[in-house]
């Protein structure tokens, strides 16, 4: 993501705690939310976050929460950013169920969709899991 954020969705967005903390390109591309999914990432702006680890085992309680606040951020035209450190396994996820959820798309297309938009997703197998499980 060294060009930024992957636009996934209208608003909807991708990327690294590099990209989080670039302000002038988050105004740029209108990005007024930030969902940061990643523990080792610290809070140095107002946003929402979920402590997860690379192996979390409970990512289903923590969708329904995530899915309002991209919802919400959405809704007002704003630009939400989903970041981990690299973007790759943890956001990837989240990102994944949210289009699943939105798009109403089995994981597979899912996983096509988000890959042909960011080819480094790549979700761990524990999370990959919870995802069949969301399905």
Not at 91 to 105: D, E, G, K, P
């Amino acid at each position: 993501y060294r060009e930024g954020p992957v636009c996934i969705l209208p608003h909807l967005y991708l990327g690294t705690e590099v990209n989080a903390a670039n302000q002038a390109l988050l105004r740029k591309l209108g990005i007024r939310y930030i969902l940061n999914v990643a523990k080792e990432v610290p809070d140095r702006f107002r946003y929402k976050k979920f402590n997860w680890g690379h192996n979390q085992e409970d990512l289903l309680e923590f969708f329904e929460n995530a899915f309002s606040f991209i919802d919400h951020g959405r809704s007002h035209g704003d630009g939400v950013l989903v970041h981990c450190q690299c973007g790759v396994s943890r956001s990837a996820s989240l990102v994944l169920a949210y289009v699943m959820r939105n798009q109403r798309m089995p994981l597979h297309e899912a996983y096509t969709f988000v890959k042909e938009r960011s080819s480094a997703i790549s979700p761990n197998m524990s999370l990959f899991y919870q995802l069949v499980d969301f399905e």
